[in-house]
């Protein structure tokens, strides 16, 4: 069983660049399909990235251009660097591990993201 820990959150302003990690433990990190997702207040958790085994990453739109999603299989920890942040970013990010062979889901903890002038 994979468990998880964010960090990296925290308050900045609209512009600005944060880095999330997620180090995971207690199984084979390379084993995982690794995503980031997020939760607004009065919405509902979505898809921000994610990055299978083979280190390929895919978007949502509204983040394209913007964030990266990367992983270091040494290290057990996938990144999200958030750059050119909006208001509309904040909420509350959460590191998701996938088993690419049992589709196991495994959640981190969260961490608060606000972007606020």
């Known amino acids: 069983q994979v468990q998880l820990v964010e960090s990296g959150g925290g308050l900045v302003q609209p512009g600005e660049s944060l880095r999330l990690s997620c180090a995971a433990s207690g199984s084979i990190f390379s084993f995982y399909v690794m995503g980031w997702h997020r939760q607004a207040p009065g919405k509902q958790r979505e898809l921000v990235a994610r990055i299978d085994t083979g280190g390929t990453p895919n978007y949502a739109d509204s983040v394209k251009g913007r964030f990266t999603i990367s992983r270091d299989n040494a290290k057990n920890t996938a990144y999200l660097q958030m750059d050119s942040l909006k208001p509309e970013d904040t909420a509350v990010y959460y590191c998701?591990?996938?088993?690419?062979?049992?589709?196991?889901?495994?959640w981190g903890q969260g961490t608060q993201v606000t972007v606020s002038s």
């Open positions: 998701n591990a996938e088993n690419h062979f049992t589709g196991k889901s495994t």
